[in-house]
């Protein structure tokens, strides 16, 4: 650590998350500065805003995701579940809910899924470990789709309460179900969630502030 501190200038993470957790190990706070990550916006171009009756989840399907604690919160509600991904929960999961509202779909290329994120009412993310800035979330948005996230790791910093989305205490059944519905009512901007999105996580924007920060003298 003492060593890597003294070699780099600089620590670029993608959260606030990250690098409060950097500074609690021992980490030099002055050598931090937090920098999002970025997508290509053609993956999101021209989104439709046209919402259909369900929500989705879309990762992989294991434990530290909160897919469990998802299923078992949307076997209890009348809404439709869209779930996109694999992994070792999957087939379990599928027998265990054949017959709840929930769908799955398997693994899937964006190509193949990115008309079931833009045209859910929402995505839901319910992880029960720390992820540091996720581009599913990142990717939702700019689709024009809010997003209702746990409140773990750097999550929260990607959803502005009641604008582009909310969040609830990761593994809370009661408050997950909660928030479910409080979603599934809620009056959402899709146009206006897609382009912040668009423009907050743009290459052009992350490189102007790369540069700032780069070069900090000739950008005051």
């Known amino acids: 650590k003492e ?34 990550n970025f997508i290509d916006l053609q993956k999101v171009s021209n989104p439709t805003f046209k919402k259909k009756d369900y929500y989705v989840y879309l990762g992989s399907l294991t434990k530290v995701k909160g897919i469990e ?17 694999g992994g070792e929960l999957e087939m379990p999961l599928r027998e265990r809910y054949k017959d709840a509202p929930i769908e799955f779909l398997g693994q899937k290329s964006w190509s193949e899924f990115r008309t079931v ?14 992820e540091n800035n996720p581009l599913t979330v990142i990717e939702a948005q700019a689709l024009g789709t809010p997003v209702l996230g746990a ?9 502005q309460e009641n604008v582009t989305g909310m969040c609830f205490t990761s593994g809370d059944e009661t408050d997950l179900r909660s928030k479910v519905e409080s979603m599934w009512s809620a009056t959402f901007s899709y146009e206006t969630i897609a382009q ?3 423009e ?4 052009e924007s992350y490189y102007t502030r790369l540069m700032k920060i780069y070069n900090p003298r000739e950008n005051k």
Request: charged residues 20%; negative net charge.
């Open 3 to 36: 060593k890597l501190q003294s070699y780099c200038d600089l620590f670029l993470p993608p959260s606030q998350f990250m690098a409060d957790t950097c500074v609690a190990g021992g980490y030099d706070k002055d050598k931090f500065h937090v920098l999002c």
């Open 69 to 85: 604690t998802l299923c078992r919160v949307a076997e209890q509600l009348p809404y439709k579940l869209v779930v996109i991904g």
């Open 117 to 130: 994120l833009e045209s859910a009412r929402f995505m839901v993310l319910p992880s029960e470990w720390s």
């Open 151 to 159: 409140r773990i790791g750097g999550i929260p910093e990607l959803i």
């Open 196 to 198: 912040d999105a668009q």
């Open 200 to 203: 907050r996580y743009s290459f």
